[in-house]
C-alpha cells in the first residue's frame, strides 16, 4: 500500500493537524498485501517500514484484514502497543518483555526457554512460549507479569490467543497508554 498517496487522496494529514481526527483505520483484505498491520508516523514515532511520511503529528494507521477474526484485530493492537512502548519507554518494555529477542526466531522453530524469572511475553509469544503463536503452550514458567513472582501456564489465559491478549493487555503499565494513542 503507497501510505502517502493514502494520507494525500484523503487530505489525512491537514485532518490530524487540525485535531478532527487522531489515527486512521483501514479495512483490507489481507491476502491482496494491502498495508501492514500498523504504521506509524510523527515527530516521536517513526515506522521506518511503510515509508509514511509525517504529518506533523504522531499518528497511526492501523491496517484491518476484513477476511480473518477479530481476535486478530487486536493482535494488530497488541504489535502497536509493543512499537509505542519500545519507542517511548524502551528500557521498561524490554524489562516487561524479557524475551522480546525470540521475535527474530523463524517461523514454526522451536525457540528453548530460558531459566530465571520472565515478563509478560510479547504478541506473538507469551512467557512460556516456544515459537510464534504458541498461544497453548502448557508449560511452567515463572513469570513477574502480575506484578509477584508467580508460576503459569497458559491455563491462566485459556491457552488461545484471544485469552493472551486480554490477559496482556491487563498488564500494560498505565504509563503507556498515552504513546498507544500518539501522545
Request: hydrophobic share 30%; glycine share 10%.
Given at each position: ?119 509478560c511475553g510479547n504478541i506473538h509469544f507469551p512467557p512460556n ?55
Amino acid at each position: 500500500m503507497d501510505y502517502n498517496t493514502f494520507l494525500d487522496e484523503f487530505n489525512i494529514c491537514s485532518k490530524v493537524n487540525s485535531g478532527e481526527i487522531d489515527e486512521t483505520w483501514i479495512w483490507v483484505n489481507g491476502g491482496d498485501g494491502a498495508g501492514f498491520e500498523y504504521t506509524a508516523s510523527g515527530p516521536s514515532m517513526n515506522d521506518p517500514y511503510s515509508g509514511m511520511k509525517s504529518c506533523g503529528k504522531n499518528m497511526f494507521v492501523m491496517g484491518f484484514d476484513y477476511t480473518r477474526t477479530w481476535d486478530l484485530a487486536l493482535h494488530s493492537m497488541g504489535h502497536r502497543m509493543e512499537f509505542a512502548a519500545k519507542h517511548n519507554h524502551q528500557s521498561e518494555y524490554l524489562g516487561w518483555d524479557s524475551r522480546n529477542h525470540r521475535y527474530s526466531s523463524p517461523y514454526n522453530t522451536e525457540v528453548p526457554l530460558e531459566n530465571g524469572v520472565v515478563g509478560c511475553g510479547n504478541i506473538h509469544f507469551p512467557p512460556n512460549a516456544k515459537k510464534h503463536y504458541d498461544y497453548s503452550n502448557s508449560a511452567n514458567v515463572q513469570s513477574n507479569c502480575t506484578g509477584s513472582t508467580q508460576t503459569i501456564t497458559c491455563s491462566i489465559w485459556g491457552c488461545n490467543q484471544e485469552g493472551f491478549l486480554k490477559w496482556w493487555f491487563s498488564y500494560v503499565p498505565s504509563n503507556w497508554w498515552s504513546s498507544f494513542v500518539g501522545k
